[in-house]
């Protein structure tokens, strides 16, 4: 994918890695595997990902967001504030987190360390989309800047991971070519420097 997209890192659900071959695939090129669930967490350990591999998409409770940090997770998706309360609360240094596009627009002064910016992407209208919401992100992440926030970084989730894993690449290469085109224009039009992308399947 890095060859279609410049500065692209895959991502896959940890459901997919109850697939030994995929597991095997993510263990040795260090693969990003997004977790939703203690069961997520659990299924990520007993498949030998380091919890620097993992990002975790914060849920309606604080109790998972405090295992995951327990067990080494330092990054985060959060989409409210009290996600935002949580990880400040506990104070544990280098974590990183991605912003939902649909959550707090500014952290303020907590010691958080925002990376980037997250979308859920629905293709259910094609590839197009994938592109729409890289522009969108980009569009935030401008406005950002102007409030002291650089952020270089985007996260992009969405389709069926057999698409993505069991694909041939086809559907991967469709989404990549969107993504490449939104953000040619999108980082001209607000004079942005080109943010690393990660694109994977939803969570």
Avoid: K, N
């Amino acid at each position: 994918m890095r060859r279609r997209l410049p500065m692209s890192t895959p991502s896959v659900p940890a459901r997919a890695l109850i697939d030994p071959a995929v597991a095997g695939w993510v263990r040795a090129h260090g693969i990003t595997v997004s977790a939703a669930s203690a069961g997520d967490l659990a299924l990520t350990g007993s498949c030998g990902i380091g919890a620097e591999h993992v990002m975790l998409r914060c849920d309606a409770t604080t109790s998972l967001v405090r295992t995951a940090v327990a067990g080494g997770v330092t990054r985060f998706l959060v989409a409210t504030e009290r996600h935002v309360d949580v990880l400040a609360s506990v104070g544990h240094p280098g974590i990183a987190v991605y912003l939902d596009d649909r959550g707090p627009a500014v952290i303020g002064e907590r010691r958080l360390q925002v990376v980037g910016l997250h979308a859920d992407v629905d293709d259910s209208a094609g590839a197009v989309e994938w592109g729409t919401a890289a522009e969108r992100l980009l569009c935030r992440t401008a406005v950002l800047r102007t409030c002291g926030l650089p952020l270089g970084r985007i996260s992009l989730g969405g389709g069926d991971a057999s698409d993505w894993v069991y694909g041939g690449g086809q559907f991967s290469a469709a989404v990549a070519a969107e993504v490449d085109g939104a953000l040619t224009d999108g980082c001209a039009r607000w004079r942005l420097p080109r943010p690393s992308v990660m694109l994977g399947p939803a969570t």
